[in-house]
């Protein structure tokens, strides 16, 4: 079984520009969550998603941060403009709602480096 | 001061030591534990899980956690260099699906 899946890997990009990263979690998953990671930090939720609602986005910031779950399935994160200090790992998860541990699934990450 | 906390390390240990990891907590309200384990540049995977205070074994870890004094602990038997990673414990309250993190501690196992 595929597990869930991020693109890109790495991007690099100027500050001001524009970023978008994709997600496709594991089939069957209806609970999706966009992490951000700081080197040297854990995981901190930006945004969870039940189906297609968001149900948790008080740590996003949304000045610049957007993010949409179209149909319930894959799900893309956008910064516009990006800034420095947004360099960052940004994880995506998925759970699947009603298991007894609550595991979640980490995709491999999307790294950003904001010069 | 941070919901849970956890000494970053990294902690170098040579191929066959008891390794101890920990992370406090002060939220009481937590009552799902888990550690979480990271190779370099990968997402973090589930490796134990428990649920209130107690101890749980799976092969040559042990998870425990002692809820009156808010602290929690996973112990790595025999290590290898393979268990080298960032471990992360994990805590979320009852009803909650959403875990609160640590930073993470790094091991280092050598041969």
């Known amino acids: 079984e595929a597990g869930v899946v991020q693109s890109p890997r790495y991007k690099i990009i100027e500050k001001k520009q524009p970023v978008a990263f994709w997600c496709n979690p594991i089939s069957g998953h209806n609970t999706l969550y966009w992490y951000l990671q700081n080197l040297g930090q854990g995981p901190e939720l930006l945004i969870r998603y039940e189906n297609e609602e968001a149900v948790d986005d008080s740590q996003l910031p949304k000045d610049r941060f957007s993010a949409e779950r179209l149909k319930g399935v894959d799900s893309t994160l956008k910064i516009q403009p990006a800034e420095l200090g947004d360099s960052a790992v940004y994880l995506c998860a998925s759970s699947l709602a009603g298991a007894s541990t609550g595991e979640l699934f980490f995709g491999e990450g999307s790294r950003l480096t904001v010069l | 001061q941070k919901e849970v906390e956890q000494d970053p390390g990294p902690l170098s240990v040579p191929e066959g030591a008891i390794v101890s990891l920990n992370c406090t907590y002060s939220n009481s309200a937590f009552q799902y534990f888990m550690w979480y384990r990271q190779y370099s540049r990968k997402g973090p995977e589930l490796l134990m899980y428990?649920?209130?205070?107690g101890n749980k074994e799976d092969g040559r870890f042990t998870a425990q956690v002692d809820k009156s004094s808010k602290y929690i602990s996973l112990f790595i038997r025999d290590s290898q260099p393979s268990d080298s990673a960032t471990y992360l414990c994990a805590m979320r309250q009852g009803g909650s699906y959403i875990p609160t993190f640590g930073r993470g501690t790094s091991l280092i196992v050598h041969p």
């Open positions: 428990t649920y209130s205070s």
